[in-house]
């Protein structure tokens, strides 16, 4: 039984939706725009919305100055294989708590999320000796390490409570048939969830892509992502709104994108076991 | 056999990252322990000693201390309003059958996407500064005096620009939450003449519970650890109005490189993130069940 | 799908061919600053890869305060990252004096190291031997908007007093048309608001310590010079001034907002090219003020240079680098490629005397009587106990200068008042130096 909506009220409900919508999307489309004005425009009284002369000579400087496509790479490879070899720690992980929950469960997940509460800032420099010792300074092995590490709490929360909302029933039927664990998790249990791994990789690769402090920090050049990129933008001399806006819009599209082809997927899994 | 076969084998599978946390838990922790005792300058090799609980007295003395524990406080409890309350309030408004709903979900989950230090930066430029930014042009349009945010709200602003970030984030699960909601319930509540606030004191927002947990626990485990916004933007000024706890020992790392003092800082917040932990815990210790 | 994976496969096989001969070449990693003459030499250094095909160049361009973390941290750890660095003159002196630098000994025969303006080479030498480069100096100068200073019926002189810069900036005042009579440093942060202030400090004959490293805010001369900033501000500045650092000021000089802007002396070549600023052909130049009755004015002097962090494996290689974007040479190429007012300024002899410069940059005379003029061991009219223009010569002074900075950023907001600044600031300072040793 549908409820009865009246067609003035769907409208008027759909007009304030797409004005908050617009309005919290708005700073992103401003800086997208203006990355397409010369600098005189970027400032100009009244501002300029739509009508000025499209350029893309922001972005052309922008890449003359800095190699955007390694910082892109490294950007890709950082977030991609943090998130790889968290997931590979962390299913097990959440997995066996979820159907094989001890006494002490609860405490250790609680204990995981509390290391998240370390100030960065406040380790970076032993981080940073310890490093260098090892010689980890500046290699993409190392950001992805510490940035695995700092997400892996995250990620074995999401997936734990993910887990948990997978039946039990079917787990105890597979284990009357005598299915063992192994053959439990490879027929039974994967393919429903696959869902919440697909979006925990998502929320991941986001949270690792942004990431600003340690990749800023460990990195040089060689393993330098995105966010070392934008440092190089953040305040150079006279106008700079137009090249600003074309580094931020280079810096955030990637995610972005794939980001809006993903949320479907992306918003499922993203209750943390808020939603029975 | 099987069951104890299993659990074994449970706890093997737990292992490794409980191991890899506890590293990653027990090194820079033990680390910092250990230089927070000694007096430790990175400019100043040469002059390292033992100082006890020299450095604790003089981060607790910082004239910014209690005034950064207080930023921190409103900066987070300022947040979390915005972004539970104004979630919960467009999360209403999407879950309404609208028109080209998908679109309006692919706008407003936008912000989450964009690093920090990129919205920081737009903001500060393109929206609050009061000669070329969009809201001063805005607010000279209409003949009146632009506003000056990061110098005249500093924390204000400051605010604003992370609850821009964490507001998608919130509504979205918020409208999962929403949408779980049994319709049936609602229909029988509306037949039976409950008005709209009360349809939603007691049905939606109970119903919402635990999203509002989930999302309060995660984002002060974010919220905390703040620093590129303010870094970016006021630089934990003027004076001392947008110095939180994580600024203060950032400006002891790696402005003064006081190592030492840094460290104890470090101890002292983890400290007291870990207070606010316990009660966030304690709340969702629940949530768990 | 097949395209690509062959095009992939050969790609990969051209690198491999190519590898040994890449194995042969020095790979250099400079840390430099996001400011248009570092960027300008970037674009420039295919000249120097073909003098050297061996070595291969990669840049990490950062904000100027990013920049500084992690160059520091970098060093202080000897952590290698870093071939070559950009460093200020305030750091030069304190790192030479770790062994944290490379001492700048046998450089080419035509670099000529005496041709450096002397006070340049001063602030970046110990006991006499060069340990960075000078890419470029400046003092600070008086720029101020020629047109507006006419219709106003106000004249600046060349060697204005302060009294003469608040009068213009008030009479130049016309809000509601958006000209700001004044633009001054507002940005909290020791190389920011403090550099502005610690040399107006300076001319108006206040220090930052006496000789037992007693902080000075308590004294009347700083008294002076914090209200009379704030009250210039408040009267004739433009809105968010607690926020505009160098660049902010540049842009909105550039965009003709601002009557006077006294800032640093490269600044001119930015306001006067035609190409970036609206006012180029309005803009005149005047010592930096001096308050009626003290002999001094400001001792500002910067300069950024290039440096070779003893950590490094390639330091033959480095000084290379370093030779030649410091040389004459570099200097004439940049000239050849955008005329002579583009020019790294403020760091040779040779450029100053060179006529097609003095014609091609109005402020060039002005520029160097400034750098000239600066004693940066004697930075104020009072004994002090430190070196050092407009900044302190100690370690510590990067934290105390940012946090004092904080303090006085406030008071140019409004939210504070200039006497309860001053007992902060007085007060803060005296806390770090005395956990610095200092003060006994």
């Known amino acids: 039984m549908a409820r009865k909506v009246t067609n003035t009220r769907k409208w008027i409900f759909t007009c304030l939706a797409w004005g908050v919508a617009l309005l919290i999307f708005f700073p992103i489309l401003w800086t997208i725009l203006t990355s397409f004005k010369t600098e005189g425009d970027a400032v100009a009284t009244p501002p300029k919305f739509l009508f000025f002369d499209w350029t893309l000579a922001n972005y052309r400087e922008v890449q003359a100055r800095s190699d955007y496509f390694s910082h ?17 720690v962390a299913i097990p992980a959440a997995w066996a708590m979820a159907f094989q929950p001890g006494k002490q469960t609860k405490n ?24 260098q010792r090892m010689g980890l300074l500046d290699s993409r092995t190392g950001v992805l390490i510490v940035l ?86 953040s305040s150079p001399e006279g106008l700079f709104y137009a090249k600003l806006s074309a580094a931020s819009t280079m810096a955030i599209a990637p995610i972005l994108i794939m980001g809006w082809f993903s949320q479907k997927q992306l918003v499922r899994g993203l209750t943390f076991g808020a939603v029975k | 056999m099987a069951t104890l076969h299993q659990r074994s084998l449970a706890r093997l599978m737990v292992a490794p990252s409980v191991v890899l946390l506890f590293l990653w838990m027990i090194v820079p922790l033990g680390m910092t322990l250990w230089f927070s005792f000694q007096r430790y300058n990175l400019l100043m090799p040469g002059m390292e000693e033992f100082t006890g609980l020299g450095n604790y007295r003089y981060f607790l003395s910082d004239p910014g201390f209690w005034i950064s524990l207080q930023n921190t406080l409103i900066m987070v409890g300022g947040i979390l309003a915005i972004t539970v309350i104004g979630g919960i309030a467009i999360a209403i408004l999407i879950d309404q059958p609208i028109f080209g709903q998908g679109y309006v979900r692919i706008l407003v989950i936008a912000p989450f996407f964009v690093m920090p230090t990129v919205s920081a930066l737009v903001w500060k430029n393109m929206f609050m500064n009061p000669v070329n930014g969009l809201l001063g042009q805005v607010s000279r349009a209409f003949g009146a005096q632009p506003v000056d945010w990061l110098s ?25 939450s929403l949408q779980s909601l049994d319709s049936e319930q609602v229909e029988a509540a509306e037949m039976d003449g409950a008005g709209i606030w009360a349809r939603f004191t007691n049905l939606t927002l109970p119903h919402m519970g635990r999203a509002i947990t989930v999302v309060i626990l995660i984002e002060t485990i974010f919220l905390l650890s703040v620093f590129a916004e303010i870094l970016v933007t006021t630089n934990g000024g003027p004076g001392y109005q947008t110095t939180t706890l994580t600024y203060l020992v950032y400006t002891q790392a790696l402005l003064q490189f006081d190592v030492g003092g840094a460290s104890a800082g470090g101890i002292i917040a983890v400290i007291l993130a870990n207070i606010v932990a316990f009660f966030l815990m304690r709340m969702i210790g629940k949530t768990l069940d | ?49 073909t003098k050297h095909p061996d070595i291969r160049l990669q840049w990490v361009t950062l904000e100027e305060n990013i920049l500084r973390q992690r160059v520091t941290t970098d060093i202080a750890t000897r952590g290698g990252q870093y071939d070559v660095v950009t460093i200020g003159n305030y750091e030069v002196p304190i790192w030479a004096k770790q062994n944290w630098l490379l001492p700048l000994d046998g450089l080419p025969e035509d670099y000529d190291a005496d041709d450096l303006l002397p006070a340049v080479r001063r602030g970046l030498s110990v006991e006499d031997t060069l340990y960075a480069a000078p890419f470029y100096a400046e003092s600070a100068m008086v720029m101020y908007r020629k047109d507006l200073a006419e219709k106003a019926g106000v004249t600046i002189s060349e060697s204005p007093t302060w009294g003469e810069i608040f009068t213009a900036a008030r009479a130049m005042t016309d809000k509601s048309a958006e000209i700001y009579g004044i633009c001054l440093r507002g940005k909290a942060g020791w190389g920011e608001n403090m550099a502005f202030l610690s040399a107006m400090a300076n001319s108006y004959g206040a220090s930052w310590f006496d000789m037992d490293w007693k902080p000075q805010f308590d004294q009347p001369e700083w008294h002076d010079t914090l209200t009379d900033y704030v009250t210039i501000m408040a009267e004739a500045g433009p809105p968010g001034a607690s926020t505009n650092g160098f660049n902010e000021n540049l842009a909105l000089f550039q965009q003709g907002k601002c009557g006077i802007w006294i800032d640093a002396t490269v600044a001119a070549s930015f306001v006067t090219d035609p190409g970036e600023s609206q006012v180029a052909d309005q803009v005149g130049f005047a010592r930096f003020p001096n308050k009626e009755g003290v002999d001094n004015h400001g001792n500002w002097l910067w300069s950024w240079n290039l440096g070779i962090p003893a950590s490094t494996t390639k330091a033959e290689a480095a000084k290379e680098f370093v030779a030649w974007a410091t040389s004459k040479g570099y200097t004439e190429l940049v000239a050849a490629q955008e005329g002579w007012r583009a020019a790294p300024p403020g760091t040779r002899t040779s ?6 410069y003095e014609k091609d940059a109005p402020f060039a005379k002005l520029t160097l009587a400034s750098i000239d003029g600066v004693n940066t061991d004697q930075s104020s009219v009072k004994e002090t106990p430190y070196t050092g223009g407009q900044f302190v010569s100690i370690p510590e002074f990067q934290a105390i200068g940012t946090a004092v900075g904080q303090q006085f950023a406030a008071t140019v907001a409004g939210q504070v008042k200039p006497e309860q600044a001053l007992t902060s600031a007085q007060q803060l300072t005296t806390r770090e130096m005395t956990r610095a040793g200092y003060i006994k």
């Open chain 3, 351 to 356: 450029l100053y005397d060179n006529p097609e």
């Open chain 1, 148 to 233: 695995m590490l700092m997400n892996l709490p995250i990620i074995i929360w999401m997936l734990y409570t993910y887990f948990r909302e997978i039946p039990g029933e079917i787990l105890e039927a597979s284990r009357m048939d005598g299915a063992s664990l192994w053959n439990e998790i490879r027929y039974v249990l994967t393919p429903m969830a696959v869902p919440g791994i697909a979006s925990t990789m998502l929320l991941n690769i986001i949270l690792a892509w942004n990431e600003a402090f340690w990749t800023l920090n460990l990195t040089t050049s060689r393993a330098a992502p995105l966010t070392t990129f934008i440092a190089s933008y």
């Open chain 1, 108 to 131: 250790v997940l609680m204990w995981m999320l509390s290391t998240k509460m370390m100030p960065a800032v406040g380790v970076l420099i032993p981080i940073y000796i310890l490093f």
């Open chain 1, 72 to 88: 892109f790479m490294n950007s890709v490879i950082i977030a991609l294989g943090s998130t790889a070899l968290g997931l590979l």
């Open chain 3, 1 to 49: 799908m097949n395209m690509l994976i062959r095009s992939l496969l050969g790609a990969c096989a051209v690198s491999a061919l190519a590898l040994p001969a890449l194995a042969q070449q020095t790979t250099l990693t400079i840390a430099t600053v996001n400011n248009g003459d570092m960027i300008r030499m970037q674009k420039l250094t295919g000249d120097f890869t």
């Open chain 2, 152 to 176: 005249q709200y500093p924390l204000f602003s400051i605010i604003v620009i992370v609850s821009w970030q964490w507001l998608p984030f919130a509504t979205l699960i918020f409208l999962t």
